[in-house]
């Protein structure tokens, strides 16, 4: 594997995002969602389900008294929130938060064991369970992500006392399982500790850490099957003993490298997609990269909703099979985008695409910040493409399928995985490689690194996702440096100008490549952004004779508040005609579309009859408005649909 082509992200201290669109949402967290999300912690939020998240720690440090509460993965809420305090103090300094989060850390601190376990539940309910159903008891999920927290932690304040703890709790871990004498060959249930141990061999430059990442990697699926023999052994409960899965819900029924498409649980397929992405890059593994382009092209070509979104069944909260992408059963769980967008930034590091920066786009503009409220304070956990409320609340299959935010989620795994993305944005945003600097997402603000000649630095003005011009100042530059600019996939139609003229670059995989450029230099992007009627392919059953609306890399949907009921009736016609406005007082601004469109009448059907010979129907000239799909749900109760007949 060429290193030569890599790319790393910028470190958030070298990135500032200052524009209206994400540097709201960055102050949003900042000043909403940690406060509100540390009060859910600490069971405070009126209405909400209790997290226990904090109380089990201070039971597990004797601090207080009583019995463990919550999911058996509850620590990893925690482990989100001080990994989300780490980025927002990268990019906004704050004493007071910082005193909160360091006081927390003494919480959570305080209950390690000598040898350096740190699991509440278990050390609450008994040790001697420990390590005894690492299928489903999530000790090496949780390990992982408090490890990700405490590296964020220190990067922000260079405070160590988190991070010191868990590389002991590391330390453990590594004694205990791997291919060694006396080792047990087992690897987690849910995975994540797999990123964790590459983000702490990039700090600590200990082989060992990056060692056991890649021995949970390759150990997972071999034969003998390690949960088989491990349930057999304690007579633990295998939930999925009667399903379709068995053990593919956790991407153990054959070895990595020999596995051919997503299955299972979304979350932990993804988070393990990004761990071999990263062991493959370290380690220079070509079969594991070949089984990683292999796992993406069935993830995005196949299994991936128009919104980013990706596992279509609840069952399992699961892949499915190809083209299988339901809209009103749907799953797509907030974590599941999220962790494909992780996926996506490790792919571009090994080999820069806009393929990949492509996907980060979509999913974080439309099935990522779907999951959160606009006031940050309630959050999706399932983020379908249909809703009609009457069947949320009368259909079993529907249940799931949430027709407001709520509050909170006794499993409440979206909302800090939310909080600790959106802060780290300027880490997607940009990349460097030797002497190359990728833009990949166009957000207003600065940036500014140290490449192999010498610094470079730009200023980005624009409006973007609503605008379709994207101005790019060249603050400062050394003479070998390279410019990569993305352009979009979605685009078909844009110009470049350098200080007005005609740009000269190299197009190659999606990126535009500037060279020879010099400090005051401005280059002028206009991303064409028509409204787009987007077709799904013909073996997607549900959208067939269906069509939804795009515009530039906002998905759209129209809901009842606009529209009226029924918008099942709803057809656009092959002629419609758009009209793309921005509205600045629908939530701090959007760009609304507004088209002509028809509704199928009813009025000659009588009530009481479901069925009748054709053609008795004719249709109503309509307007329609469409509001960008992350918006839904905003303004109380009503119908919301993406897919809408064509006509």
């Avoid at 440090?61 to 927002?88: C, L, N, P, T």
């Avoid at 299988?324 to 695409?353: G, H, W």
């Avoid at 952004?529 to 799904?536: G, K």
Wanted: glycine share 8%.
């Amino acid at each position: 594997m060429n290193k030569e082509i890599q790319a790393i992200p910028l470190d958030l201290n070298e990135v500032k995002i200052t524009g209206q669109f994400w540097a709201k949402f960055q102050e949003l967290v900042r000043t909403q969602v940690i406060p509100y999300q540390w009060d859910a912690l600490n069971d405070r939020i009126e209405g909400a389900e209790p997290s226990y998240c904090m109380r089990n720690f201070r039971i597990a440090a004797g601090k207080e008294q009583g019995e463990f509460g919550g999911m058996v993965f509850q620590d990893s809420d925690f482990a989100k929130w001080i990994e989300a305090v780490g980025y927002s103090l990268m990019i906004h300094p704050d004493s007071d938060l910082e005193k909160l989060a360091d006081e927390a850390i003494d919480d959570v601190v305080a209950a390690q064991q000598q040898d350096g376990y740190l699991d509440t539940y278990y050390i609450i309910n008994g040790l001697e369970k420990r390590f005894t159903n690492l299928m489903s008891n999530h000790e090496l999920y949780c390990l992982g992500h408090l490890l990700e927290g405490g590296i964020a932690y220190y990067q922000a304040t260079g405070k160590d006392k988190l991070l010191k703890a868990l590389i002991k709790y590391v330390d453990l871990v590594d004694s205990l399982f791997g291919y060694e004498n006396g080792k047990t060959r087992g690897y987690p249930g849910h995975q994540e500790i797999e990123l964790a141990l590459v983000k702490l061999y990039h700090i600590t430059k200990d082989e060992k850490h990056l060692k056991l990442a890649k021995y949970f990697i390759d150990e997972r699926g071999q034969k003998p099957l390690f949960f088989d023999e491990e349930r057999k052994k304690y007579d633990n409960f295998f939930y999925w003993e009667d399903s379709l899965f068995q053990f593919d819900y956790y991407q153990a029924g054959t070895p990595v490298r020999e596995q051919q498409h997503a299955i299972g649980h979304s979350v932990r397929a993804l988070y393990m997609y990004a761990g071999m992405a990263d062991v493959a890059r370290e380690a220079g593994d070509e079969t594991l990269m070949e089984a990683c382009h292999r796992l993406w092209n069935d993830t995005t070509r196949r299994q991936m909703y128009v919104t980013g979104g990706v596992g279509s069944s609840r069952y399992g909260e699961a892949f499915t099979f190809g083209y299988d992408l339901p809209n009103d059963t749907v799953y797509n769980e907030t974590c599941a985008s999220i962790a494909l967008v992780f996926f996506a930034q490790r792919m571009f590091n090994i080999k820069p695409k806009s393929e990949y920066t492509d996907i980060m786009e979509l999913c974080l503009y439309n099935g990522i910040i779907s999951g959160m409220s606009v006031d940050g304070k309630n959050f999706f956990y399932v983020n379908p493409l249909e809703v009609l409320p009457e069947a949320s609340k009368k259909d079993q299959l529907k249940k799931h399928v949430e027709i407001e935010r709520p509050k909170w989620f006794g499993c409440s795994c979206c909302p800090p995985n939310l909080a600790r993305l959106i802060p780290s944005l300027g880490a997607y945003a940009y990349s460097k490689s030797n002497d190359t600097f990728y833009l990949n997402l166009f957000a207003e603000g600065m940036a500014q690194t140290e490449l192999d000649g010498g610094k470079f630095g730009v200023e980005v003005t624009t409006n973007y996702p609503w605008d379709e011009t994207v101005n790019i100042k060249v603050v400062e530059v050394t003479p070998n440096a390279v410019f990569a600019v993305r352009i979009p996939g979605w685009c078909k139609d844009y110009s470049v100008a350098v200080d007005g003229a005609t740009a000269t670059y190299d197009m190659q995989d999606g990126y535009a490549y500037f060279k020879g450029l010099k400090a005051g230099q401005s280059i002028d992007l206009i991303i064409k952004m028509p409204v787009t009627v987007l077709e799904a392919n013909p073996r997607i059953r549900e959208n067939l004779g269906k069509v939804a609306v795009k515009r530039g890399p906002i998905v759209y949907c129209i809901e009842g508040a606009d529209n009226g009921d029924d918008l099942h009736r709803v057809h656009l016609p092959v002629d419609a005609s758009f009209k793309a406005k921005f509205d600045p007082n629908f939530f701090s601004g959007a760009v609304l579309i507004e088209s002509t469109g028809k509704k199928l009448k009813q009025d000659k059907w009588c009530p009481d009859n479901l069925y009748s010979e054709a053609g008795i129907c004719d249709f109503e000239d309509i307007s329609l408005k469409w509001i960008p799909y992350y918006l839904w749900a905003n303004r109380g109760e009503n119908e919301m649909t993406v897919w809408v007949h064509k006509s």
